[in-house]
């Protein structure tokens, strides 16, 4: 792989050989046009090297590689043997966890045991999928004793996918895991502040066996790699992670090129509700969690905290000590839990966000300030004060920043749980079992949390309502959106119209 991957260092590995080309046909390439990009550590600014940039002639390339592959060899691979690849990729990313979670940690700037626990989930998740692969089936369908009808479930073909920067490997093996194991081939688009860990754990496919064309993996810019890939006629469908805005652009690509499948998990805006009678230590630890994991990028962050009136003034209290808690730092650190946001844009974005919080009149409790003055750092953030119509109430902030304001009933919480565009996430935190229940049946979200937060698995479905999204991730709901139902329908008898 010579001038294709370069020696660097963690703090946590020592060093390790880092791929910077083109994944495409189990082969590192360089992009045709020949350009690079530089990929910065977001805890102190610095360049931490350059990978190769696939333009939309390097997607054309990806993309006939796997179409190849698809209507060759990987047609005639059985369902078992796609398992065992998918748990064989499950094993070497357990083999692999500390490079992969520091690599993890150095690109994305979060907390190396926060890595850590993704490189499980990637693990868990391609096993589980390896155990989908060959309990894939149709029905036989009675219509009337003359004709014999069945369904089968058939791979869609080529999946262009698209991630994010905030879950680089965990996205990579939500999108792969479901595809792969319904027999489909995908050419993945990285995002372009965090190209580093997928390209490590390209290495593992090409190790797990996968034959060549079946996983091709490119860094490169959403408006031209990705672009190219959401609008290619030879893609049979495209899967979105991102904000909202692109998701429109994808489902416009989709629509005026061949009208590929598009499954879409967009932002949020998720409430957090705190009734009276909650653990209210419990709930605080969950509301903690629920808007500071990741830094806040996290699509189900629960940033809009509501709490019943009778405890609001104690609530904020503790609420407020237990943000100022959260260790804020260096990613490599061991107590740490908050590292740097991935990039200068999203810091900005974040701080305009906290400004215009102040000017619209929300209070600031804690936070709203940057953190030492190298690498993107900025505190745990809560606004009180504030009002529906705010923009720092409506809008995905996507960063440390929530708010919290009261509620009286229980059907003001419904009304103002649901007062949103989005429809990812909520939670409600209770000890009254019907009030679980009826809020949890009324919120207008894809998931909802009942004395938890962020309580994702594999096993569970996980997607939008509204603006959030179309379709499903994770869980058998995952295989829907990457299968086709064929109907064959046999005659049995004579012709009926002789
Ligand atoms: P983005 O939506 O631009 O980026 C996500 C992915 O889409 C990246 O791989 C990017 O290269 C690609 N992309 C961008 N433009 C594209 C286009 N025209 N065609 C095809 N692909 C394209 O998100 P960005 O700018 O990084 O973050 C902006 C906001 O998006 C965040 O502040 C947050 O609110 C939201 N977001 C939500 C995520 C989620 O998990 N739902 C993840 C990342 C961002
Ligand atoms: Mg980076």
Excluded at 219 to 248: C, E, N
Excluded at 443 to 460: E, I, K, S
């Amino acid at each position: 792989m010579s001038g294709l991957s370069i020696k660097l260092k963690t703090p946590h590995t020592g060093e390790y050989e880092q791929p910077t080309g083109l994944f495409i046909n189990n082969e590192w390439v360089k992009g045709v046009d020949g350009k690079t990009f530089e990929v910065i550590n977001p805890a102190d600014e610095s360049i931490i090297c350059s990978v190769h940039e696939a333009t939309e002639k390097d997607v054309d390339i990806a993309v006939s590689a796997a179409r190849k592959a698809f209507e060759g060899e990987w047609r005639k691979v059985t369902p078992e043997q796609r398992g065992k690849y998918l748990t064989k990729l499950a094993d070497l990313f357990e083999a692999n966890t500390d490079t992969l979670a520091a690599v993890e940690s150095l690109d994305n700037g979060k907390a190396l045991s926060m890595a850590k626990g993704d490189v499980a989930a990637c693990a868990g998740c391609l096993r589980y999928y390896g155990g989908w692969a060959d309990k894939i089936e149709g029905k036989v369908i009675e219509t009337s004793h003359d004709t014999f009808n069945y369904t089968k479930k058939e791979p869609i073909g080529v999946c262009g996918q698209i991630i994010p920067w905030n879950f680089p490997l965990l996205m990579w093996a939500w999108k792969i895991g479901p595809a792969i194991a319904a027999g489909n081939v995908v050419v993945i688009k990285t995002a372009e502040q965090t190209p580093l860990s997928a390209l490590v754990a390209a290495n593992l496919i090409k190790e797990a066996g996968f034959p060549p064309g079946v996983i091709n993996i490119i860094s490169g810019f959403g408006k031209i790699a990705g672009a190219a890939l959401s609008s290619h006629m030879d893609v049979d469908k495209i899967a979105f992670t991102g904000s909202t805005v692109v998701g429109r652009q994808i489902m416009k690509a989709a629509a005026g090129s061949n009208l590929k499948k598009v499954t879409l998990e967009l932002g949020g805006k998720s409430p957090n509700i705190v009734f009276a009678d909650a653990d209210i230590e419990n709930a605080i630890s969950w509301v903690n969690f629920g808007i500071y994991f990741n830094h806040g990028q996290c699509c189900c962050a629960g940033s809009r905290v509501y709490v019943q009136d009778t405890i609001y003034d104690e609530f904020i209290k503790k609420f407020k000590a237990r943000a100022e808690k959260n260790a804020v730092g260096d990613p490599f650190h061991n107590e740490t839990f908050q590292g740097p946001q991935v990039s200068q844009l999203q810091f900005d974005r974040i701080m305009s966000y906290i400004e215009e919080g102040k000017k619209s009149g929300a209070k600031i409790e804690t936070g709203g300030k940057r953190v030492g003055d190298k690498g993107y750092f900025i505190a745990p953030t809560i606004f009180s004060n504030v009002t529906e119509d705010m923009k720092i109430v409506q809008e995905e902030i996507f960063g440390p920043v929530c708010s919290v304001s009261k509620f009286k009933t229980k059907e003001e919480a419904i009304a103002i749980g649901n007062n949103t565009t989005y429809g990812l996430a909520a939670a409600v935190h209770t000890s009254n079992l019907n009030t679980a229940i009826e809020v949890s049946n009324a919120l207008r979200a894809g998931t909802v949390w009942v004395n938890t937060y962020n309580a994702l698995h594999w096993q569970l479905p996980f997607g939008g309502y509204k603006e959030s999204g179309i379709g499903r991730e994770l869980g058998e709901a995952a295989l829907d959106n990457y299968t086709h139902i064929k109907t064959v329908s046999i005659r049995l008898g004579d012709a009926l119209f002789g």
